[in-house]
């Protein structure tokens, strides 16, 4: 940088705050009618904008990009807010007199000034021994010019000196001579030739000449600084001994002696004029009083000035030498010499070259009051969209028409499906490509991949489990309810009258009713589990078959691709065979090109077509509108203009519709030939049958891939329809235990009451008068306890008809009895006969049956049993044989009635005799649909049931239920002042909330039997 030649930067104006915020409001609200409080953000951020350009910003690249986007805004402003005042208060730049003007175009001239300043200061300030920093000085020096030419030109009659033709005229003067230096010295570096560098040499001390000649015009006046005239000067004469120096090397190079010598001459007297100015410059030079010049600039110019005094003095004295003794030269006068010629290299860039720059209008920004935009405008810009997307619509149109046509004569031919046949028989055999098709391929796939995850048969293990689950479950709780009702009658043909517990078959009836649905349709539904399980059989092997390896050569077999010749011409030799596959193989090639091209002409079309909503989307003429709102008239004029940008997009779609029609007519007279040449031997039958064979395979893959997903789906609702199931079932079970361990403990301590009553009437009553003759033994047409029993088997029959009204009472509470024993007893009572256990032992599981099932006392020994018999009723009949299946009375519905894979008879609701239409299945098939009878929750302690009154309700006669015996007595009186009984329409059953609804099926599986 010491040797570096010092540069004049434009120093640049000072302002003061301005109020932009009032005067907007106030237009806002004028001229376009709307609350300015709506716009109160923009002003804000225009008025910052204003202060972070001007208000402390330094001559840096910061600086220029806000001055950038300041000036940006205003020019956006003016197009909306043209009559707008404002005060704008301006200090010269030279004499720094304050200036205030309302016009927004000094306020412009005022940014373009400080912009200028801001591109000399940066130009200056570079490093010019790097390439790059001579670029960027170059660069800014111009773009500074531009500025000031743009003031100069659009801005007249300015109010300041610093804006006046004169000064700017001189300071684009400066600025260019500047950058025509730094050419120079770019040129000197890079070795160019003598005589171009003497040019440009030339070129920068006649501008430095003039200028130093029009300062004098200012000196007067006192508004440039004085060491700005001093280094002016100094730089002029420099220069000029530059191009006669250099023009004297280039007139040496050309034989030119004495015209050399005599170059050398003048600039050695140039040089020295100059370093001898350029010393009493830097002597007198102070860095403070001159802020535009580098500090260093006195030095510089110094050691600059001195250096070329030297370097031209030797040169002159050894070009003397040379002359006097080897040329001799003739010696012209110096006025005789041809002028050197000047070369302009520096010319200012215009401003609209910078503004139009990407990263200008990046740095700009959106437009502050973009929103605000006038009624008129808005107009226009409508009309002017419509007819973008007019021009949109027409090229989209033709566009689809050429695609549609394209496929449309493809299609038509054939081409694509029978070039592949063709192509096949050029090479004279099925080649080793893919024969499994795509689709084949994807449903193995598929179906593989749910295999692996839950296949189907693990699906139908589930299933079985589920059901076998639910089976033994519904066989549970048959065997309870029928062990409780043999145990409650044998209790009752064992104390006769004095049994007063009721009878289970009235109070099981909604458990047995639901029991009965619960099993009908669990037969139905593994009807239609046996349909799933046969259509399963019939599509396994294929299935297996399209999981296997062996897929792809069951293809190759089906189609026949053993490697047999497909053309089967009739030529009588090997090489006429050949030929014959050579010219079908070029007619192949020829239709492969031109579909290759149909394919790029298609893909072509789309990005043009792709570029020009682009470019529509993007195109904005509200600025354009804004600047022409005030001439009427001339939309159609500029519409037009604007259009045609768009010109070049639809000359080239349709350059793309023309070449696809010229390639589809290649196509289709390919195409012909070939067929009438290759398509109709014995190859192409070869080939017709190889693609029928192939086609049926798909077929059969395609019918085992619906059949499977069909199974799939059947057993997936057939697993949600046993899932429902098997919660339905364990809440009757839990119901059903519920009920069996309530009716035990009541049974427990009816038969411990008594027992301690027998034997209490044992110890007190008088002895006998006389025995009673022994009563002869039953006739064999009464009806017995076995004939009784079966009328309440599940398994041979409907139930039997309810009881009467003495056995619809609710049975007791073992709390309500154990207090009845204590108001009959003021003492504990005797222990109990060694005939009969305790009651606590009555726990115990009865060997017959398995454990788990019941926890009611055990039945009476076979002695006991033939004690108690012998003065009541023959023994009870033996258990039936077998109580774990159950025959529904009407046979079941399909369960998969929803599933279209069965096609059942449609499901009437009147062959089950239901009073109402069932429901309408969900959409996921089996989704819960069966509901059974709400069973209220029960506690572990206590039956679900409504306990006992207490007292006994008096019996009726019942003709033939035990025997040819009167009833008992009623008893003496009720116990703990408790009402008389409640007729039976009032008696309600101990599980009343069992009422089983009307429902249509399981989800899907039609039950029977719902009354």
């Known amino acids: 940088m010491a040797h570096q030649s010092p540069m004049i930067s434009i120093p640049k104006k000072t302002t003061e705050e301005v109020d932009w915020t009032t005067p907007i409001r106030n237009l806002i609200a004028q001229s376009f009618g709307e609350n300015p409080d709506n716009y109160a953000t923009e002003c804000a951020t225009l008025q910052r904008c204003r202060q972070d350009a001007v208000r402390g910003a330094g001559s840096d690249m910061t600086a220029r990009d806000l001055l950038y986007k300041y000036f940006g805004q205003l020019e956006l402003l003016e197009l909306r807010f043209s009559e707008i005042r404002v005060n704008f208060p301006w200090r010269d730049a030279f004499t720094n007199k304050l200036i205030t003007q309302t016009s927004i175009a000094y306020e ?20 010019r021994s790097d390439p790059e ?61 003598n005589a171009l560098v003497a040019k440009i040499a030339s070129q ?72 001898r100015s350029a010393a009493s410059f ?33 040169r002159k004295a050894e070009a003397q030498r040379e002359n006097d003794l080897i040329y001799n ?56 969209s419509e007819e973008k997307a007019k021009l949109v619509r027409g090229e989209v149109e033709n566009a689809e028409f050429a695609e549609v046509e394209a496929r449309s004569v493809l299609e038509g031919l054939g081409v694509k499906e029978g070039l592949v046949r063709f192509k096949a028989m050029a090479e004279g055999e099925v080649g080793d490509g893919e024969e499994v098709p795509v689709e084949v391929r994807r449903w193995k796939d598929d179906i593989s991949l749910v295999e692996d995850r839950e296949g189907v048969g693990k699906l139908m293990g589930e299933l079985t489990k589920l059901k076998d689950g639910v089976q033994r479950d519904l066989e549970s709780v048959s065997r309870d309810l029928e062990i409780e009702s043999r145990e409650c009658e044998m209790m009752r043909v064992k104390y006769e009258h004095l049994w007063t517990q009721d009878p289970s078959a009235g109070l099981t009836k909604a458990l047995r009713q639901d029991l009965k649905d619960h099993f009908t349709a669990l037969e139905a539904a593994a009807m239609s589990d046996q349909q799933v399980t046969t259509l399963w059989d019939g599509v396994r092997a294929d299935i297996q078959l399209l999981l296997s390896p062996q897929l ?40 492969e090109e031109r579909l290759s091209r149909l394919s790029k002409i298609s893909r072509e079309r789309n990005e043009v077509l792709k570029d020009l909503k682009e470019k529509i989307q993007t195109d904005d003429v509200s600025h354009l509108l804004l600047l022409n709102r005030r001439n009427s008239g001339v939309e159609p004029t500029l519409f037009a203009a604007e259009l ?140 017995s306890l076995d004939s009784a029993f079966s009328s309440m088997n599940l398994r041979e029959g409907p139930a039997s008809t309810p009881p009467p009204s003495q056995w619809q009472s609710s049975p007791p509470q073992q709390s309500q009895y154990g207090a009845s024993a204590q108001s009959h007893f003021t003492s504990p009572p005797p222990p109990a006969p060694q005939s009969y256990p305790p009651a606590s032992q009555y726990g115990s ?64 609701p009147s062959s089950h005799n239901q009073p109402s239409a069932p429901p309408p299945p969900p959409q996921g098939g089996y989704q819960g649909q069966y509901q059974s009878s709400q069973f209220p929750s029960t506690p572990q302690q206590q039956p679900s049931y409504q306990p006992q009154q207490q007292y006994h309700q008096p019996q009726q006669q019942q003709p033939n239920q035990f025997g040819s015996f009167p009833p008992p007595p009623p008893p003496v009186a009720y116990q703990h002042g408790s009402a008389p009984p409640q007729p039976q329409q009032q008696q309600q059953g101990v599980y009343q909330g069992y009422q089983p609804q009307s429902q249509s099926g399981y989800g899907g599986y039609q039950t029977q039997g719902y009354k």
């Open 108 to 127: 412009k001239a005022s940014i373009l000034f400080q912009i200028a300043g801001t591109h000399s200061a940066i130009a200056a300030s570079q490093s």
């Open 133 to 193: 920093g001579v670029k960027r000085a170059f660069y800014y020096f111009r773009t500074c010019a531009g500025m000031l030419n743009y003031i100069n030109e659009n801005f007249l009659h300015a109010p300041s000196t610093d804006l006046s033709r004169e000064v700017i005229k001189f300071l684009v003067g400066i600025i260019l001579a500047q950058a025509t230096e730094v050419f120079f010295e770019k040129c000197t570096d890079e070795k160019k030739g």
């Open 204 to 275: 920068a001390a006649s501008m430095y000449t003039t200028l130093s000649e029009d300062v004098k015009e200012f000196m007067g006046k006192g508004i440039f600084d004085r060491n700005w005239v001093t280094l002016i000067g100094i730089k002029a004469k420099y220069f000029s001994s530059l191009a006669q120096y250099y023009r004297g090397l280039a007139d040496n190079t050309a034989g030119k002696h004495g015209d050399a010598l005599v170059r050398f001459t003048l600039a050695e007297s140039l040089a020295k004029e100059a370093s």
């Open 282 to 314: 830097a002597s007198m030079f102070v860095p403070g009083m001159s802020p535009n010049l580098p500090t260093d600039a006195g030095p510089s110019i110094q050691e600059r000035t001195k250096a070329h005094h030297v370097l031209i003095t030797e």
């Open 329 to 384: 030269a003739i010696l012209p006068a110096p006025e005789a010499l041809p002028a050197i010629e000047k070369t302009a290299v520096a010319t200012p860039i215009h401003i609209h070259d910078v503004y139009g720059a990407p990263d200008v209008q990046k740095t700009i920004g959106q437009d502050f009051f973009i929103r605000l935009v006038p009624l008129s405008v808005h107009e226009s810009a409508s009309v002017y």
């Open 552 to 591: 792809e050569q069951l293809f190759r077999d089906r189609a026949g691709s053993s490697g047999g010749n497909l053309l089967d011409l009739d030529v009588g030799s090997e090489e006429d065979d050949s030929k014959e596959r050579a010219r079908i193989r070029g007619y192949v090639d020829e239709i």
């Open 644 to 783: 045609e940008k768009f010109r070049p997009y639809q000359q080239r779609m349709a350059a793309t519709v023309h070449h696809q029609e010229v390639a589809l007519q290649e196509v289709t007279a390919l195409w012909k030939s070939l067929k009438e040449h290759a398509g109709r031997g014995a190859g192409a039958r070869k080939w017709e049958e190889r693609e029928k064979r192939k086609k049926e395979t798909v077929r059969r893959f395609s019918n085992a891939r619906d059949r499977y997903m069909e199974i799939r789906d059947g057993l997936a609702k057939g697993l949600q329809f046993y899932t429902e199931l098997t919660e339905l079932v364990k809440k009757l079970k839990s119901n059903v235990r519920s009920f069996v361990s309530g009716r035990t403990a009541e049974r427990e301590a009816l038969v411990a009451k008594l027992e301690t009553e027998r034997r209490l009437s044992v110890t007190t009553s008088p002895p006998p008068l006389a025995a009673k003759p022994s009563l002869p033994p039953p006739p064999p047409s009464k009806p």
């Open 845 to 908: 599981t009865p060997s017959g049956y398995p454990p788990g099932q019941y926890t009611s006392s055990p039945p009476p020994q076979p002695q006991q049993l033939q004690q108690s018999h012998s003065s009541f009723l023959p023994p009870p009949p033996p258990r039936p044989a077998s109580q774990s299946t159950y025959a529904p009375s009407a046979p079941p519905g399909d369960p998969y009635a929803n599933l279209s894979i069965f096609n059942p008879q449609p499901y009437t």
